[in-house]
């Protein structure tokens, strides 16, 4: 079984540029993740997708973070305009069941970001 | 709120000997707790979960915890470190008003001396 994709791997980006990531979940899994994980923390929910409507953005910084689950299949993280402190790990995570609780989470491999 | 506290950033230790990676956790109700592993340039993996069934959980590659609800401890340990175990580990607490939130520790970064 294929495991949780995430493209690009690497991404440097000068601020107030716009960057945008990319994932695709497990097949069949109807919950999707984006969590932000800064250099020496813990991974950080950003917004959370039961299949493409929004369950949980309260961390999300709305006035520069934006994310769609089109279909609700793959998903779009997208910064704009970036800033030096965005500099991270994002990581995509999925899970078979909608909203149930001790639910696995299966993650990607994360894009690692750079803002100079 | 939920959250957990992992009480080292470091732990070192010599490869066949003992590993205790502890962790403290704070809930309002019956909380699910988990202990991922991030190796370098690898996703986080599940070692283990409990989920209030038995409180001594077993996980993957001789990793098991101890949920203990007295001391709010759920303390990761393995009898024989080996090298590959080398990384670093999150103690995680699930949301438990629903809809799956993970809330992560800080990390312990684990080091396997030969």
């Known amino acids: 079984e294929a495991g949780v994709a995430q493209s690009p791997r690497y991404k440097i980006i000068e601020k107030r540029q716009s960057v945008a990531f990319w994932c695709n979940p497990i097949?069949?899994?109807?919950?999707l993740y984006w969590y932000q994980q800064i250099l020496g923390q813990g991974p950080k929910l950003l917004i959370q997708?039961?299949?493409?409507?929004?369950?949980?953005d309260s961390q999300l910084p709305k006035d520069r973070f934006s994310a769609e689950r089109l279909k609700g299949v793959d998903s779009t993280l997208k910064i704009q305009p970036a800033k030096l402190e965005d500099s991270a790990v994002y990581l995509c995570?999925?899970?078979?069941?909608?909203?149930?609780?001790?639910?696995?989470?299966?993650f990607g491999p994360g894009t690692r970001l750079l803002v100079l | 709120a939920q959250s957990v506290t992992q009480l080292d950033s470091h732990v070192s230790v010599s490869e066949g000997t003992p590993v205790l990676l502890r962790c403290n956790y704070s809930s309002s109700y019956s909380p699910s707790l988990f202990w991922y592993v991030q190796h370098p340039n690898k996703g986080l993996q599940l070692l283990l979960k409990?989920?209030?069934?038995?409180?001594l959980v077993k996980g993957i590659n001789g990793f098991e915890a101890e949920f203990k609800k007295s001391e709010t401890s759920f303390h990761l340990t393995k009898p024989s470190a080996h090298m590959s175990d080398a990384a670093e580990y999150f103690c995680?607490?699930?949301?438990?008003?629903?809809?799956?939130?993970?809330?992560f520790g800080a990390g312990t970064r684990l080091a396997v001396h030969p």
């Open positions: 995570a999925s899970s078979l069941n909608p909203g149930r609780d001790q639910e696995t989470q299966y």
């Open positions: 997708f039961q299949n493409n409507g929004v369950v949980d």
């Open positions: 995680v607490v699930s949301d438990s008003r629903g809809y799956n939130k993970l809330i």
């Open positions: 409990y989920t209030s069934a038995a409180t």
């Open positions: 097949s069949g899994h109807a919950t």
